[in-house]
């Protein structure tokens, strides 16, 4: 799978904001959270190991999200003249998430939920929408991992501000005077950070996994199409994390496996 990096100045500042709050957290966990009161137990080496290894699972989430393809509709090997279609789409009002639709600017027909992006440029397969948090669009190849990306980032948020809080009675005794207010700086500042992005990745997870468990996506949610035939909530899980064993949704190195793996990528005939 070719790797795919989009020259969206928004999306691009977004990645920027989001690793350089990574490394910030870091920093202050290491250095002002875990030395200053744990540098002498194993509790300190376990606490960094485990704060590194959640931070290596939201980045490899995160690359697999940002730089793999959502799932864009192929483009046709033969041109194809799309002047009467265009005209008798005009007329046609009726149409569901069943149907096969034309892209009027990729200039193609398009399997059922595929919408086109005009960030990215290409129609997107069950695209749910674009996010400048991981400059590309969120759709049928890649929702797994973005959901990875928020559901790790939350956990990552929760055990800083738990770990924080719990150290932070905990004076450092060979700690000059300038050293413990840095401390005590750096600690809140990441507190407000670790807060405001836990608040703000729980809403996205939840808003993702509601519409999963309706079985609508956002742009659908949008455009009020029609519901689709209702299915149990782990079958619609599947559809999104791949079929298999359960505990391979949370292993972002391991691609989902749908059941549609082999279809058709022509308009049918």
Not at 208 to 235: C, H, N, W, Y
Not at 250 to 255: A, E, G, K, N, Q
């Amino acid at each position: 799978m070719a790797l795919v990096f989009r020259r969206d100045p928004c999306g691009i500042l977004c990645i920027l904001v989001t690793y350089i709050t990574l490394l910030y957290a870091d920093y202050c966990i290491v250095t002002h959270v875990i030395l200053p009161t744990l540098s002498d137990t194993l509790w300190g080496s376990l606490h960094v190991l485990i704060f590194n290894f959640l931070l290596f699972l939201i980045i490899y989430s995160h690359l697999k999200a940002s730089l793999g393809d959502p799932g864009c509709v192929p483009f046709p090997e033969v041109a194809v003249d799309f002047s009467e279609a265009r005209r008798s789409s005009r007329k046609r009002k009726d149409v569901t998430n069943d149907d096969w639709t034309m892209c009027k600017f990729c200039e193609m027909y398009r399997p059922p939920r595929s919408h086109h992006c005009r960030v990215c440029q290409r129609c997107i397969k069950r695209m749910d929408h674009h996010c400048p948090w991981i400059n590309n669009c969120v759709g049928e190849e890649n929702q797994k991992f973005f959901l990875l990306f928020c559901f790790y980032t939350g956990i990552s948020c929760l055990y800083s501000i738990v770990l924080t809080v719990c150290r932070w009675s905990h004076a450092c005794i060979e700690c000059t005077r300038n050293q413990r207010q840095n401390r005590r700086i750096h600690s809140i500042v990441l507190i407000l950070l670790c807060g405001f992005y836990c608040i703000f990745v729980l809403c996205i997870l939840f808003d993702q996994l509601s519409g999963i468990f309706k079985d609508v996506t956002t742009i659908e949610q949008v455009q009020k199409k029609m519901a689709r035939p209702p299915k149990s909530k782990l079958a619609l899980l599947t559809d999104v994390c791949g079929r298999g064993s359960y505990y391979k949704w949370f292993i972002p190195w391991l691609s989902p496996k749908f059941d549609n793996d082999d279809v058709v990528k022509t308009f049918p005939v």
